[in-house]
Every structure is written in structure tokens, then in C-alpha cells.
């Protein structure tokens, strides 16, 4: 067999470009088209402006991304492709490994099934996620395929070593973590053939050599970093600051995180994964794996290996919910690897006439991807304009060169992509609270904006007294705050605005009952327009308006705060009476503390929209209001609700 695809082994070329090109179309058909949750703003304002993200940088994905935002379309579309095409390209190499682990002697119309099954699997929610928005993911994920297909034919030579090494540093420069793992599952294959003589010793330093060159697209970070017109994370411009970006100082490490905890993440994954249509082909992947283990270099241990490693690097988190976006990039290796495992167990099945037992096994893997959520017709991410809308409606609502303090990933990254790439209210200075304790993003600050009065960075308190000395230091301007703990922590007076609190003197003066409404209305419009078929995105409105409206209840806005806290759960989770607002205004200012929930979330949950849009009717004298709304957030299965219905009986 000495047809080759992308300089990987596959006898089926064109049938494996053909199912490419239909799973891109499909990806192409639901990917987001504009601003999108998490590091997606960031990564692709870095792509766009040729910039510098988070660290370590992933320098690879910002030079590909800037050369798709070149093509003749809206930037943000072509940013995404640069998720969708490696996504769909991910075929090519599960292809590559599907055709080693089913054998030559398979008949060749029934190899030509392997690339069009990995096709239909690549739509897969948890590889569908990561290949329709602007991330690393896609990019890193194809590349570490790569590695592996080119290691596992029977007779590699040292130049095949060479050749997954410098891919495998590639792939590096995208996510050194995802490197990292695929590394330590290809190697214990690598040091067996060493120890069998079967490759040659020289291939340990072409390995080594072919690594460091695939590292190369790091020189862009030291380069890129001597720019000031753009965002460069870090400033890493002297050794320093060099050392502190690549070795992650930005970020806290998880000193907190037990062996038990540990040991309770990982155990609880595999629930998780039922739900998200995953146990399929885990099962049906390891097992093909195991039995075809012959076929192949990469012997039985690889593909488990490689999903035990994953698995175990999403555990180790201390603030840890695993409906965070980011966890689907990390498994997706590991998947595709497992699902050409499956793919090529399905057809070894139909070749050795147990064709109703592969017909029911293929169909079990295919419809588990097809049907778990959210699912194939249900995908509404290509109609998500979540971000856009309310980044827009803050900056809108921003008094001319405001102060606007924000705090959630959501809101922050979008705001600086609008006004960076599109713009958008240049004179409005946005300060994201979570990076208020590093210079660089003062520094930043202070450029876009040279007319602020300059304050004192080092001085006692820590984040919160540096960002009440800079307001201090400017109290001419305008302050519109996202989260009123924030206010709190840096002591200003907030009180009701709009979609962001308004803050300072500007509470002198009522707020405009219009514009509470209208922060309402349009969670609620947007939250309508995607359902739950765009991951994330309903529980980052959920988690928006649960924070605006118990903010709103707290300072006095009781009724308000209750359509926003609605405005965050979906009409049909909604009890009928829900709608009846009569008394409301009655709730005391000042609601309770927030419960400290014991369902984890990484954004919002509408059971707890529910729960405390009960507790506020509770609080009016609306008992049998409150009763419902507790009940169907008990019916949704928070335990704070749960417990409460259980105590009324």
C-alpha cells in the first residue's frame, strides 16, 4: 500500500477527501459566525491584529488564523475556518489508522466505508464543539492525530520518527499540553520497537531534532511581543517576563488539588460522558483497539492510554465543572483515535459475516453521536450572536469616556474585540478585573487611553485597592461595573442601569425603568434564538441574568430582578405562572446571601434562576408563586430546591 494523503498511508484517498469535505461542509453549515464564549474573542483578536493571547501563545494558531482572516469574508467567519478545516481534516489521519488496524486483506469497497463512518463520527457534539468556533483545539487536535498515524504502520523507519516529532512539536505550538499527552502515549510503542531493534538508535536524536524545529513558531512570541499597538498578553519583552509568560504565572496552579479529589474527577467523568454520547465509542473503541492490537505499531495500549491521560488532565482541577468548553478540546485526540479503533472494528465485524452484529454496533457508535446533546438538527451555533448582543448593549449604554469594570470571560474578551478590531467606542475604557493585578494590562490600558490620569500601581490591598486608587485617580469619569461583588470588593456605590450597574455619583439619580426592561428583554430574545443548541452559550445568559437580577433585588429593583432572573430559563421550563408579576416590587431591598451551590457549573444553571426567582416571590408574600418556581427547579434536579420541596411535605 503506497498511497499516501498528507504524507500519511491511505489506499482510499479519494473517498477519504470526499467524507472530508462533506463533514467541513457540514461543520462549515453550524460554526459560529461572530463573537463566541471563552478565549474565542481573544484568539481570534490576536489572529486578526497579529497579536499575542494567553500564554504560552499558541503561536501556530494566531499565524494560521491571520492568514485565514486575509480570505475575502467577515473576519470572524474566517478565523473560525481556521477550527473548521483542521477539524474536517482530522478524517485523513483517523483514516490513515482505521486502514492499519482493519488489515489489507479487507475487501477494498468495504475500506472505502471507513472514511464516510469517521465522517458521520466527527459530528460527534464534544469534536463538532471544538471545529465550529474560533479555538486551539481543532488545530492542535489534527496535528497530534497526524503524529500518531504516521507512527502506527508496522515497518516505520526513522524518517517516519523524524516526521512525528517535528508534527508533534507543531502541534506544540498550538497547546503544548495536548503534545504533551499524545507524546506519552506513543512512547512505551517507540521504546519497544527500540528495544526490539526494529527501528534504529539514531532515531532518538532525529526525534529530539525534529521536536525543537517543530518549536520554531515560538520565536513569534519574543517578536511579536516588541509591538504596542496591539494586545500582547504578558508584555513578555526582556527574559523575565519571558520566563514568567511561557511558565504559565498568570495562572494559579492547583497546590489545593488532593490524590481524592483527583480520584473523584476522573471516576465522575464517565457519567458525565454517558450523557454526552461518548460511552459508545470509548467502549467499542478500546475494545477494536485490544483486538486488532496485531495490526498495528501503536500495539493495544495507545488509544486507552491516550484517553486515560486526558481524562486524567481534566481532573486536575481544583475549580473543576465539566461542561466547561475547554475539556472536549483536550479529549478530542483521544476520540478521533478511538473512534478509527471503531470504525475499523465495525467493518473487521461485517468482513467476517457477523454483518447484523456490525450493523447494530455501527449504528449504536453513529446514532450515540448523533443524538447526544445537543443534537445533529437541534445545533443552533451558526445563529449565536450571544456575545455580539450584549458586549454591544454595554458599550451602547456607556456614558462617553465611562469606566466599564468587567468580569466575566464572556463580556471581557468581547469588549476588547470590538472596540480593537471593529471600533467600536474607542472611548470607553474597559478594564477586566481578573487581570487588574498585572502591570501589562494597565499598561495597555494607558495606551489606548493617554488621556487618564495616572495613579499608583504598588501600593497595599492588592487588586481591589489598585482598581479603587485608578478610579480615584479619574472620578470625572463615568463607572459602569458587571458584577456587584465587584463593586463591593473596590468600593464604589452601585446601584440598578442597565445590563452592566451603573456606579459612583451617577447613582444620585434613578434609573431609567426602560433600560432595566430592555437588559431583560434582550437576554430573554437571545436565549429564545438559540435554545440549547449552542454549548454554553444558555448558561452563560443564565448566568448573566441570575447575577443582574439578584443584583437588582438587592438594591431595591425587586420586580426587575425577577424578569431578569427569568429572562435566563427557557419558556418551557417556565411555570404558567410565572409570568404574573403582581406584588412583586413588595420584596424587601436586600435579598439573602447567594447559596454557595452545590451542583457545579461552569456558567449559569436556569434551575437557579428558578430557585431564587422563588425565593424573591417568597420574599413579596407570593407563597404560591414561590412554591412553584422552587418546585420546577427541584424538577430540574438542584438539591438546594430539591431539599426545600422535600422539607413542605
Avoid at 84 to 92: K, N, S
Avoid at 149 to 156: E, G, K, S, V
Avoid at 286 to 311: D, E, K, N, Q, Y
Amino acid at each position: 500500500m503506497n498511497a499516501t494523503v498528507l504524507g500519511l498511508r491511505l489506499s482510499e484517498r479519494r473517498h477519504a477527501w470526499l467524507a472530508t469535505l462533506a463533514l467541513l461542509v457540514a461543520y462549515v453549515a453550524t460554526m459560529a459566525r461572530d463573537l463566541s464564549l471563552y478565549d474565542s474573542p481573544e484568539l481570534a483578536l490576536a489572529a486578526v491584529m497579529l497579536g499575542l493571547g494567553h500564554p504560552p501563545g499558541q503561536p501556530l494558531h494566531t499565524l494560521l488564523g491571520h492568514a485565514f482572516s486575509l480570505l475575502p469574508v467577515p473576519a470572524l467567519i474566517a478565523v473560525g475556518l481556521a477550527s473548521a478545516v483542521p477539524g474536517a481534516l482530522c478524517v485523513i489521519p483517523a483514516s490513515s489508522i482505521a486502514e492499519r488496524l482493519a488489515g489489507d486483506a479487507i475487501d477494498p469497497k468495504l475500506r472505502r466505508t471507513l472514511p464516510w463512518l469517521l465522517a458521520a463520527l466527527g459530528l460527534l457534539p464534544s469534536l463538532w464543539e471544538i471545529s465550529t468556533r474560533v479555538e486551539v483545539y481543532a488545530l492542535a487536535t489534527v496535528l497530534g492525530l497526524w503524529t500518531i498515524a504516521r507512527l502506527a504502520p508496522l515497518d516505520i523507519t526513522s524518517r517516519d520518527v523524524f516526521a512525528a516529532a517535528l508534527v508533534l512539536g507543531l502541534c506544540a505550538s498550538v497547546n503544548p499540553m495536548i503534545a504533551l499527552l499524545v507524546g506519552l502515549a506513543v512512547a512505551p510503542a517507540i521504546v519497544v520497537l527500540l528495544v526490539r531493534r526494529a527501528l534504529p538508535l539514531r532515531a532518538v536524536p532525529l526525534s529530539v531534532l525534529g521536536g525543537v524545529l517543530g518549536l520554531l513558531p515560538y520565536a513569534y512570541v519574543p517578536l511579536v511581543a516588541q509591538r504596542t499597538d496591539v494586545l500582547i498578553w504578558g508584555a513578555p519583552r526582556d527574559a523575565a517576563s519571558l520566563r514568567a509568560f511561557f511558565t504559565l504565572a498568570d495562572y494559579d496552579p492547583n497546590h489545593q488539588l488532593t490524590l481524592a479529589m483527583w480520584i473523584d474527577h476522573f471516576i465522575a467523568f464517565f457519567p458525565h460522558a454517558a450523557g454526552r454520547g461518548l460511552m459508545a465509542l470509548i467502549a467499542v473503541g478500546v475494545f477494536a483497539h485490544v483486538a486488532l492490537r496485531a495490526r498495528t505499531a501503536l500495539g493495544s495500549w495507545t488509544g486507552p492510554l491516550l484517553l486515560a491521560l486526558m481524562i486524567g488532565q481534566i481532573s486536575f482541577n481544583v475549580t473543576w465543572n465539566l461542561d466547561v468548553l475547554d475539556y472536549d478540546g483536550y479529549l478530542a485526540s483521544a476520540l478521533w483515535l478511538l473512534a478509527a479503533g471503531a470504525a475499523a472494528g465495525c467493518v473487521v465485524l461485517y468482513a467476517s459475516a457477523r454483518r447484523g452484529a456490525a450493523v447494530l454496533v455501527t449504528a449504536l457508535v453513529v446514532l450515540s453521536a448523533w443524538i447526544a446533546p445537543p443534537p445533529v438538527v437541534a445545533r443552533t451555533r451558526h445563529r449565536d450572536r450571544v456575545a455580539r448582543a450584549l458586549t454591544e448593549r454595554v458599550l451602547a449604554e456607556a456614558p462617553r469616556g465611562a469606566i466599564v469594570i468587567s468580569t466575566l470571560d464572556l463580556f471581557s474578551a468581547s469588549l476588547l474585540y470590538l472596540q480593537e478590531v471593529e471600533r467600536q467606542r474607542p472611548d470607553v475604557v474597559v478594564l477586566i478585573h481578573g487581570l487588574a493585578s498585572s502591570s501589562w494590562h494597565w499598561e495597555h490600558i494607558y495606551r489606548r487611553h493617554p488621556d487618564l490620569m495616572s495613579f499608583s500601581l504598588r501600593g497595599p490591598g492588592g487588586r481591589d485597592a489598585r482598581v479603587a486608587r485608578f478610579l480615584a485617580a479619574n472620578p470625572e469619569r463615568a463607572v459602569r461595573v458587571e458584577r456587584l461583588a465587584v463593586a463591593e470588593a473596590v468600593g464604589v456605590r452601585a446601584c440598578p442601569g442597565g445590563l452592566y450597574l451603573r456606579a459612583g455619583a451617577a447613582c444620585d439619580s434613578p434609573a431609567d425603568p426602560a433600560q432595566l426592561a430592555a437588559a431583560s428583554a434582550l437576554l430573554a430574545q437571545q436565549l429564545a434564538s438559540i435554545g440549547d443548541g449552542s454549548p454554553a452559550a444558555d448558561a452563560a445568559v443564565a448566568d448573566v441574568s441570575a447575577q443582574l437580577g439578584y443584583a437588582l433585588w438587592r438594591l431595591g429593583e425587586a420586580k426587575h430582578g425577577y424578569l431578569a432572573l427569568l429572562a435566563g430559563v427557557p419558556d418551557a421550563l417556565e411555570p404558567r405562572a410565572a409570568s404574573d408579576v403582581r406584588g412583586l416590587e413588595r420584596a424587601p431591598t436586600g435579598a439573602a446571601r447567594l447559596p454557595s451551590w452545590r451542583r457545579h457549573a461552569a456558567l449559569g444553571d436556569a434551575a437557579r434562576n428558578l430557585y431564587l426567582a422563588g425565593m424573591l416571590a417568597g420574599a413579596s408574600g407570593r407563597v404560591e408563586l414561590a412554591a412553584e418556581l422552587v418546585a420546577a427547579s427541584a424538577g430540574l434536579g438542584l438539591p438546594e430546591a430539591v431539599d426545600l420541596v422535600s422539607a413542605a411535605r
